[in-house]
């Protein structure tokens, strides 16, 4: 066999390869988008069908064979949710929750992460192990104790209650304390060499290079707050301080016990597109924040 003949045989081999190797890519590209597509599918279609059911009226929604769009645009469904509920106090008096929460973590947070990370005390280490330690409690355990406490307080019903028991959180600030410890240790050296306070390095230096785990948490901060349910309904449920997931539970409910579906699917797509909206144009800053930390323990 000639060499000529060798050549041909080996460029006709590598280019078979060459060319399974690339049908071989776009299965897998292929199987790989088609099962984010499919869980994406799963993901979004609750949401869907809670703006589907939003638009019926109740009539099609009692149907027992369910219809994927309705048959009549109910746009009115959404200013009877609002009415009825009542939406617009409870979305101010979850808005000064979660701002006033968010703020006064905001400050916690940062003043214990910069401990953790740059001052030098005796027992830094254990204390900061014992803070991790309680992250593996579940904070469901903590309910009744901390019940019993604001009970003696007297805080029952008031802000206060929906306030002060969460400004701590120990994930942000391991979270933060993680990101400060990326900061070189040569910048705090020089800042005091120069004199400079640690809070004014704080809040020069270390405080703008931390700017995106900090948006992040108070992103999930105030979705936490947005979010929260059960501590709410339990201690302050009365209709001055009640906030907005306590106040759809039973808004919608007629004298008959009957349930307006459709009015309470509104109210619920009215009550979830802040959130929706906060995390389609901020997400980036959420995993920003989450991967910039940890990388240096």
Not at 100 to 118: E, K, N, Y
Not at 126 to 132: I, Q, T, V, Y
Request: net charge positive; proline share 4%; aromatic share 12%.
């Amino acid at each position: 066999m000639s060499d000529n003949k060798i050549i041909l045989m080996h460029e006709r081999n590598m280019a078979e390869q060459t060319s399974h190797q690339k049908i071989m890519t776009v299965i897998v590209k292929v199987l790989l988008y088609a099962f984010i597509l499919a869980m994406a599918a799963i993901v979004l279609f609750p949401f869907y069908w809670m703006i589907n059911s939003s638009l019926k009226t109740l009539e099609e929604y009692r149907r027992s064979v369910p219809t994927f769009w309705p048959h009549r645009l109910m746009l009115s469904n959404y200013s009877s949710a609002f009415t009825t509920a009542n939406l617009g106090k409870l979305f101010l008096n979850t808005m000064y929750v979660g701002v006033v929460s968010t703020a006064l973590s905001l400050v916690i947070t940062v003043l214990s992460a910069f401990a953790f990370a740059r001052l030098s005390f005796k027992g830094k280490n254990a204390l900061f192990a014992g803070l991790l330690a309680t992250m593996m409690i579940p904070g469901e355990l903590f309910t009744i104790t901390n019940y019993s406490t604001v009970t003696n307080l007297g805080w029952i019903n008031t802000y206060t209650v929906l306030i002060v028991p969460f400004l701590v959180s120990v994930f942000y600030i391991y979270l933060l304390r993680q990101n400060f410890m990326q900061i070189p240790d040569e910048l705090y050296l020089a800042a005091k060499v120069d004199g400079t306070s640690d809070l004014k390095y704080l809040w020069k230096v270390m405080i703008p290079l931390s700017l995106p785990t900090l948006i992040s948490i108070t992103i999930l901060k105030m979705m936490g707050a947005w979010n929260s349910y059960i501590w709410p309904r339990l201690v302050a449920n009365d209709e001055a301080h009640r906030l907005i997931t306590n106040g759809l539970r039973n808004a919608f409910t007629e004298t008959t016990g009957d349930v307006n579906y459709p009015v309470q699917m509104a109210a619920v797509a009215l009550v979830s597109a802040p959130l929706f909206l906060v995390f389609i144009f901020l997400r980036k800053y959420i995993m920003q924040g989450v991967s910039r930390s940890g990388i240096k323990g």
